[in-house]
């Protein structure tokens, strides 16, 4: 039998699931002649009104005290005559976990548990909750307590204390102490004249021990009848430790500081509806502690960030969120209109041009840590909006920001773990320094066989890649495929399909296609190449970089190509969509413009450069998915974007 059920002993009468409730109201009539009014709010709190259908003196209570008064006559006179045959153990309900005091009976099954746990979560038992719940809030305004307070003077975190009392022996009392926490009641246990309840705050947890004699009379009954599992509670008293050895506060005064007006999750089940642990975040974190923890973790990855970079000399700047052209990446933007200006504005999918406006205007090291925002697909490595940095190094090479990648990611490993080797979904990681560093050619041909430097056109380059597997006529790759405008593009295709899930350690892919890396400068020793680096770990793309490009002309030739390659494969791509009367992909049916504003800058002179910058920048959501051990993007978001619920 699960928490929140009463439950009718051996050897009193039991009652038959169907006709037995008329007699129990013909019980409540007599007795409500014949007994005081109950009380508004019987002890085992939080009963719903469709499932109450016994006086407090018949609760689970009341038969475990023995006081069956002339009522257990009156039962046993309705159990015999409504039930014929099929006696069954009467069980009465209660909607929230918090209403359970006592243990169950060893007899009852596992199963009964479950049952119990996933009928308390049924909306018709949310909305009784909140209804008694609410009447709890108006009568406790009505005794002169406000449920909702302005303040509570702490004076240590449940961490604190469980540091500062570790070494109390089992029953010791420090009765010369006094302190005061403040947390959520998650746990409470009624045993008579002593109330255990576990509250819980940013640290840890504490056990508050709540002794009848050493409370007013009005605060025991206030204890009793108003505090629910939820309720957030500001306790002081004495330190003690119980003969189980659970340190304590010792309460001698409490107060109610918010009253929960909606129960928790089951304790034993948690909050296991994804799709509503990401909607409402912040019910799984209460549920589930570890979750809070991620994003602690997320915190103390973006300090260790911006402290690597400032020991470094990088000052930290602010780009535009809203911009005239959607800039620094290929991707599809989000379009917004300006009502005073009367023109349309793009959220930001790069920080890159803005940032590089900076080294044109002196700034040698800069960076940014922001919001980065695209209109395309969600999956569990993607999100519409995400978390990147960007910095830039004047008279650097991207062989500094390989250095720097190393840097950033062993510096946030050692701050979250101790140690430069994690465990990814049963995978060891070893970030161990130096990395891997491979040219992309060469691992596609290490995949493939194929060595792409033999292909002097596009055409053998499709040849010969349709001949592997996925790239099958009709399929997806093979769509890319077609719309791929030169041998890099298709280098690219075959690396994504057959390389990138393969990188499980930390490797550096060096020296992508000049088609592919329109703002990466041309590589010194190897003609249609760039110096341009992506770092993958797990098969993930984390960080992106390059030497940066400060010819203009060559600049304003490549967006141009850019935006010829992109009309291309919208082009491409509609064709594909009319022939087979499909709805097609909107990938590419965006518009690119060219950002004259950032080529008259270039024209004033930017300094060598290296830069880490789109498609991730160094990804943060990502860094700290390897970190946290999180199989989607999702899990470390607070807030992702979801569908409009139905």
């Known amino acids: 039998m699960g928490r929140g059920e009463g439950w009718v002993g051996p050897g009193q009468p039991t009652l038959p699931r169907g006709p037995w409730l008329p007699w129990v109201g013909f019980v409540r009539a007599h007795l409500s002649s014949q007994q ?137 009392v420090c009765e010369d102490v006094s302190v005061s926490v403040a947390g959520r009641i998650v746990a409470r246990r009624a045993f008579g004249k002593l109330v255990f309840m576990t509250v819980r705050d940013d640290a840890g947890t504490m056990q508050l021990y709540c002794e009848k004699d050493s409370l007013t009379e009005d605060q025991f009954e206030q204890l009793k009848a108003f505090i629910d599992i939820g309720d957030i509670l500001g306790a002081s008293g004495s330190i003690k430790k119980t003969e189980k050895g659970e340190l304590s506060v010792y309460v001698k005064f409490f107060e109610i500081l918010t009253k929960s007006l909606l129960p928790l999750p089951d304790k034993y089940h948690g ?21 809070a923890n991620v994003f602690r973790t997320r915190a103390k990855v973006v300090s260790e960030i911006r402290k690597t970079m400032e020991s470094f000399g990088f000052i930290e700047v602010e780009t535009p969120v809203l911009q005239g052209a959607a800039g620094g990446a290929e991707a599809r933007p989000f379009i917004t209109y300006h009502n005073s200006l009367q023109r349309d504005l793009y959220l930001r999918i790069a920080t890159e041009l803005h940032l590089k406006r900076m080294l044109v205007g002196g700034l040698e090291k800069v960076y940014e840590i922001g919001r980065i925002f695209r209109n395309e697909g969600i999956s569990t490595r993607h999100n519409p909006e995400f978390t990147t940095i960007e910095m830039y190094e004047a008279y650097s090479d991207y062989e500094s920001m390989m250095n720097m990648a190393e840097e950033i990611v062993t510096r946030c490993a050692m701050a979250t773990h101790g140690k430069l080797k994690v465990d990814y979904e049963g995978t060891e990681i070893s970030l161990e320094r130096p990395w891997r560093r491979e040219t992309m050619h060469s691992l596609v041909k290490e995949a493939t066989g194929i060595d792409f430097n033999s292909f002097g056109d596009v055409e053998s380059a499709k040849r010969a890649v349709r001949g592997l597997p996925g790239f099958e006529v009709g399929n997806n790759e093979s769509i890319s495929l077609q719309a791929c405008s030169s041998v890099g593009h298709v280098l690219n295709e075959v690396f994504e399909t057959f390389v990138e899930s393969t990188l499980v350690q930390p490797t550096f892919v060096l020296d992508y296609p000049v088609e592919i890396s ?77 950002d004259e504003d950032f080529l008259t800058s270039l024209e004033y002179g930017m300094p060598p450069a290296s830069g880490m910058n789109l498609p991730q920048g160094l990804g943060i959501d990502r860094l700290v998915m390897l970190l946290t051990n999180s199989s989607s993007i999702r899990d470390v978001i607070a807030f992702p974007v979801l569908k409009i619920q139905q």
């Not at 296991?272 to 570890?290: E, F, G, L």
């Not at 291309?568 to 791509?573: F, L, T």
Request: aromatic letters at 6%; proline letters at 7%.
């Open 36 to 172: 005081p009014a109950a009380r508004p709010y019987p002890r085992s709190r939080d009963r719903p009104p469709s499932v109450a259908l016994l006086p407090h003196s018949l609760s689970r209570r009341g038969w475990r005290c023995g006081s069956w008064r002339a009522s257990s006559n009156l039962i046993g006179f309705a159990a015999s005559r409504a039930a014929a045959s099929r006696p069954l153990g009467l069980r009465i309900r209660c909607c929230s976990a918090a209403a359970a005091t006592t243990n169950p009976p060893p007899s009852q099954p596992q199963d009964r548990r479950r049952r119990s746990a996933s009928s308390s979560a049924s909306t018709s038992d949310r909305d009784s909750i909140r209804a008694i719940r609410l009447k709890k809030v108006e009568e406790l305004r009505a005794k002169g307590h406000e449920p909702y307070a302005y303040k509570w003077d702490r004076t240590h975190t449940t961490k604190e204390l469980q540091e500062r009392y570790a070494h109390l022996v089992n029953g010791e």
């Open 271 to 291: 909050l296991t509806d994804v799709d509503k642990r990401y909607r409402q975040r912040y019910v799984d974190m209460i549920a589930n502690p570890k979750v």
């Open 518 to 594: 329109p703002l990466a400068k041309p590589h010194r020793s190897h003609v249609g190449l760039t110096e341009r680096f992506e770092l993958f770990i797990c098969g993930r793309e984390i960080g992106n970089a390059f030497s940066e490009l400060t010819d203009p002309i060559d600049q304003r030739n490549r967006f141009e190509n850019q935006i010829k390659q992109h009309n291309a494969k919208r082009a491409a791509m509609a064709k594909e969509v009319k022939s087979t009367e499909g709805e097609g992909d909107d990938d590419y049916s965006y518009e690119v413009s060219l």
